[in-house]
Protein backbone atom coordinates (compact mmCIF):
# COMPACT_ATOMS: atom_id res chain seq x y z
CA UNK A 1 0.00 0.00 0.00
CA UNK A 2 1.39 3.25 -1.08
CA UNK A 3 1.33 5.84 1.97
CA UNK A 4 -0.17 8.28 -0.13
CA UNK A 5 -3.10 7.50 -2.13
CA UNK A 6 -3.96 10.62 -4.65
CA UNK A 7 -6.40 10.26 -7.66
CA UNK A 8 -4.26 11.15 -10.88
CA UNK A 9 -7.84 12.36 -12.80
CA UNK A 10 -7.39 14.20 -15.13
CA UNK A 11 -10.59 16.19 -14.05
CA UNK A 12 -12.19 18.60 -16.51
CA UNK A 13 -14.83 21.19 -15.01
CA UNK A 14 -16.22 24.16 -16.46
CA UNK A 15 -15.32 27.35 -15.11
CA UNK A 16 -17.33 28.53 -12.08
CA UNK A 17 -17.54 25.17 -10.27
CA UNK A 18 -16.61 24.10 -7.17
CA UNK A 19 -13.39 21.51 -7.29
CA UNK A 20 -12.58 18.95 -4.77
CA UNK A 21 -9.07 17.36 -4.49
CA UNK A 22 -8.50 14.16 -1.93
CA UNK A 23 -6.06 12.14 -0.82
CA UNK A 24 -5.59 9.35 1.72
CA UNK A 25 -2.85 8.14 3.57
CA UNK A 26 -1.71 4.87 5.72
CA UNK A 27 1.01 6.53 7.96
CA UNK A 28 -1.03 8.48 11.30
CA UNK A 29 2.35 10.03 12.16
CA UNK A 30 1.86 12.46 9.45
CA UNK A 31 1.43 15.87 11.21
CA UNK A 32 1.89 18.33 8.77
CA UNK A 33 -0.21 18.74 4.91
CA UNK A 34 0.49 20.47 2.18
CA UNK A 35 -0.54 21.47 -1.27
CA UNK A 36 1.66 21.99 -4.17
CA UNK A 37 0.42 23.39 -7.77
CA UNK A 38 2.74 22.45 -10.76
CA UNK A 39 1.61 24.19 -13.89
CA UNK A 40 2.91 22.87 -17.39
CA UNK A 41 6.82 23.42 -17.56
CA UNK A 42 7.46 24.51 -13.77
CA UNK A 43 8.22 23.28 -10.53
CA UNK A 44 6.01 23.11 -7.96
CA UNK A 45 5.36 25.77 -5.87
CA UNK A 46 3.28 25.29 -2.55
CA UNK A 47 0.14 26.43 -2.46
CA UNK A 48 -1.42 25.95 1.37
CA UNK A 49 -0.21 24.01 4.54
CA UNK A 50 -2.13 22.77 7.40
CA UNK A 51 -0.67 21.29 10.55
CA UNK A 52 -2.85 18.58 12.18
CA UNK A 53 -6.57 18.50 12.01
CA UNK A 54 -8.91 21.38 10.79
CA UNK A 55 -9.67 23.55 8.29
CA UNK A 56 -7.92 26.25 6.33
CA UNK A 57 -8.79 28.88 3.96
CA UNK A 58 -7.04 31.43 1.67
CA UNK A 59 -8.97 33.02 -0.48
CA UNK A 60 -10.74 30.81 -3.20
CA UNK A 61 -8.68 27.52 -1.82
CA UNK A 62 -9.90 25.54 1.37
CA UNK A 63 -7.88 23.08 2.91
CA UNK A 64 -9.11 20.67 5.45
CA UNK A 65 -7.68 17.64 7.15
CA UNK A 66 -9.29 14.68 8.84
CA UNK A 67 -6.79 12.86 10.75
CA UNK A 68 -9.49 10.35 12.32
CA UNK A 69 -10.28 9.14 8.45
CA UNK A 70 -6.64 9.88 6.90
CA UNK A 71 -7.82 12.24 4.51
CA UNK A 72 -7.30 15.42 3.62
CA UNK A 73 -8.97 17.72 0.79
CA UNK A 74 -8.17 21.01 -1.10
CA UNK A 75 -11.21 22.75 -2.22
CA UNK A 76 -11.25 25.29 -4.92
CA UNK A 77 -14.57 27.51 -5.56
CA UNK A 78 -15.52 29.93 -8.35
CA UNK A 79 -12.38 27.81 -10.12
CA UNK A 80 -10.91 29.62 -13.19
CA UNK A 81 -8.84 28.33 -16.80
CA UNK A 82 -5.53 29.50 -14.97
CA UNK A 83 -6.08 27.07 -11.85
CA UNK A 84 -5.49 24.55 -14.38
CA UNK A 85 -2.57 22.43 -13.05
CA UNK A 86 -0.94 19.25 -11.43
CA UNK A 87 -2.19 20.07 -7.66
CA UNK A 88 0.16 17.46 -5.44
CA UNK A 89 -0.57 16.69 -1.92
CA UNK A 90 2.69 16.27 0.08
CA UNK A 91 3.07 15.02 4.13
CA UNK A 92 5.45 15.21 7.08
CA UNK A 93 6.01 13.69 9.99
CA UNK A 94 7.39 15.42 12.90
CA UNK A 95 10.19 12.51 13.25
CA UNK A 96 13.82 13.45 13.95
CA UNK A 97 16.96 11.78 12.33
CA UNK A 98 17.63 10.73 8.76
CA UNK A 99 13.44 11.03 8.07
CA UNK A 100 13.82 15.11 9.29
CA UNK A 101 11.56 17.00 7.11
CA UNK A 102 11.14 14.56 4.82
CA UNK A 103 7.96 15.18 2.16
CA UNK A 104 5.85 12.21 1.25
CA UNK A 105 4.05 13.36 -2.18
CA UNK A 106 0.82 12.14 -3.73
CA UNK A 107 1.08 11.35 -7.54
CA UNK A 108 -0.93 14.40 -8.33
CA UNK A 109 -3.87 15.16 -9.67
CA UNK A 110 -4.27 17.35 -13.89
CA UNK A 111 -7.33 19.65 -13.50
CA UNK A 112 -8.08 21.55 -16.53
CA UNK A 113 -10.56 24.26 -16.31
CA UNK A 114 -12.54 25.34 -19.66
CA UNK A 115 -13.81 28.03 -20.22
CA UNK B 1 10.05 32.77 -10.91
CA UNK B 2 11.09 30.86 -7.77
CA UNK B 3 14.55 31.64 -7.45
CA UNK B 4 16.09 28.17 -8.38
CA UNK B 5 17.51 27.62 -11.62
CA UNK B 6 18.22 24.25 -13.52
CA UNK B 7 20.16 23.76 -16.39
CA UNK B 8 20.27 22.04 -19.11
CA UNK B 9 16.20 22.25 -19.30
CA UNK B 10 16.37 19.54 -21.45
CA UNK B 11 18.86 16.64 -22.01
CA UNK B 12 19.11 13.48 -24.26
CA UNK B 13 22.19 11.47 -23.62
CA UNK B 14 23.01 7.52 -24.52
CA UNK B 15 23.14 4.92 -21.99
CA UNK B 16 27.55 5.55 -21.92
CA UNK B 17 27.24 8.91 -21.83
CA UNK B 18 28.71 11.28 -18.76
CA UNK B 19 26.26 14.50 -18.37
CA UNK B 20 25.81 16.83 -15.23
CA UNK B 21 22.82 18.50 -14.37
CA UNK B 22 22.91 22.05 -12.49
CA UNK B 23 20.94 23.40 -9.81
CA UNK B 24 21.54 27.46 -8.67
CA UNK B 25 19.48 28.78 -5.67
CA UNK B 26 19.35 32.74 -5.13
CA UNK B 27 17.15 32.70 -2.09
CA UNK B 28 19.96 32.29 0.53
CA UNK B 29 18.43 28.70 1.56
CA UNK B 30 20.64 26.05 3.47
CA UNK B 31 18.49 22.93 2.22
CA UNK B 32 18.78 21.50 -1.32
CA UNK B 33 17.29 18.92 -2.82
CA UNK B 34 17.54 16.51 -5.99
CA UNK B 35 13.80 14.78 -6.78
CA UNK B 36 12.43 12.56 -9.78
CA UNK B 37 9.08 13.03 -11.24
CA UNK B 38 8.41 9.97 -13.61
CA UNK B 39 4.67 10.08 -15.15
CA UNK B 40 2.01 8.57 -13.08
CA UNK B 41 4.47 8.51 -10.13
CA UNK B 42 4.81 10.76 -7.00
CA UNK B 43 7.75 12.88 -6.72
CA UNK B 44 10.66 10.73 -5.22
CA UNK B 45 13.19 12.08 -2.84
CA UNK B 46 16.97 11.56 -4.42
CA UNK B 47 19.14 13.68 -2.25
CA UNK B 48 19.41 15.81 0.76
CA UNK B 49 21.94 18.43 1.06
CA UNK B 50 22.10 20.69 4.60
CA UNK B 51 24.58 23.05 5.10
CA UNK B 52 26.73 21.21 2.02
CA UNK B 53 26.58 18.44 4.16
CA UNK B 54 24.90 15.27 2.58
CA UNK B 55 21.81 14.07 5.02
CA UNK B 56 20.04 11.50 2.83
CA UNK B 57 20.77 9.32 0.38
CA UNK B 58 16.81 7.51 -0.52
CA UNK B 59 18.36 4.17 -2.07
CA UNK B 60 20.10 5.83 -4.90
CA UNK B 61 21.82 3.53 -7.69
CA UNK B 62 25.09 4.86 -8.05
CA UNK B 63 24.93 6.21 -11.40
CA UNK B 64 23.81 8.96 -10.12
CA UNK B 65 26.79 10.93 -7.88
CA UNK B 66 25.38 14.28 -6.49
CA UNK B 67 27.44 17.00 -5.59
CA UNK B 68 27.15 20.35 -3.88
CA UNK B 69 30.60 22.73 -3.81
CA UNK B 70 28.25 25.31 -1.79
CA UNK B 71 25.25 26.37 -0.04
CA UNK B 72 24.04 28.32 -3.32
CA UNK B 73 24.83 25.09 -5.80
CA UNK B 74 23.82 21.84 -6.50
CA UNK B 75 24.91 18.78 -9.15
CA UNK B 76 23.56 15.51 -10.08
CA UNK B 77 26.51 13.96 -12.39
CA UNK B 78 25.20 11.34 -14.25
CA UNK B 79 26.71 8.20 -15.53
CA UNK B 80 25.88 4.97 -17.62
CA UNK B 81 22.26 5.49 -17.22
CA UNK B 82 19.27 3.16 -17.97
CA UNK B 83 15.99 3.94 -20.23
CA UNK B 84 14.10 4.23 -17.19
CA UNK B 85 16.07 6.78 -15.91
CA UNK B 86 14.01 9.34 -18.22
CA UNK B 87 12.22 11.51 -15.83
CA UNK B 88 12.05 15.27 -14.89
CA UNK B 89 14.86 16.15 -12.51
CA UNK B 90 13.63 18.61 -9.96
CA UNK B 91 15.61 20.44 -7.89
CA UNK B 92 14.46 22.51 -4.64
CA UNK B 93 15.81 24.59 -2.01
CA UNK B 94 14.60 25.73 1.49
CA UNK B 95 15.86 27.70 4.70
CA UNK B 96 16.52 24.89 6.36
CA UNK B 97 16.02 21.25 6.18
CA UNK B 98 12.40 20.42 7.53
CA UNK B 99 10.57 23.34 6.13
CA UNK B 100 7.44 22.71 5.00
CA UNK B 101 7.85 25.07 1.56
CA UNK B 102 10.56 23.74 -0.53
CA UNK B 103 11.45 25.83 -3.61
CA UNK B 104 11.43 24.00 -6.77
CA UNK B 105 13.32 24.99 -10.27
CA UNK B 106 11.56 24.21 -13.49
CA UNK B 107 13.50 20.69 -13.60
CA UNK B 108 15.61 19.08 -16.27
CA UNK B 109 13.69 17.04 -18.37
CA UNK B 110 16.18 13.79 -19.51
CA UNK B 111 15.82 11.37 -22.03
CA UNK B 112 18.42 8.47 -22.03
CA UNK B 113 18.43 6.22 -25.14
Known amino acids: QKEVEQDPGPLSVPEGAIVSLNCTYS??????FMWYRQYSRKGPELLMYTYSSGNKEDGRFTAQVDKSSKYISLFIRDSQPSDSATYLCAMRTNAGGTSYGKLTFGQGTILTVHP | ETGVTQTPRHLVMGMTNKKSLKCEQHLGHNAMYWYKQSAKKPLELMFVYNFKEQTENNSVPSRFSPECPNSSHLFLHLHTLQPEDSALYLC????????????FGPGTRLTVL
Open chain 1, 27 to 32: NSAFQY
Open chain 2, 92 to 103: ASSPERGNNEQF
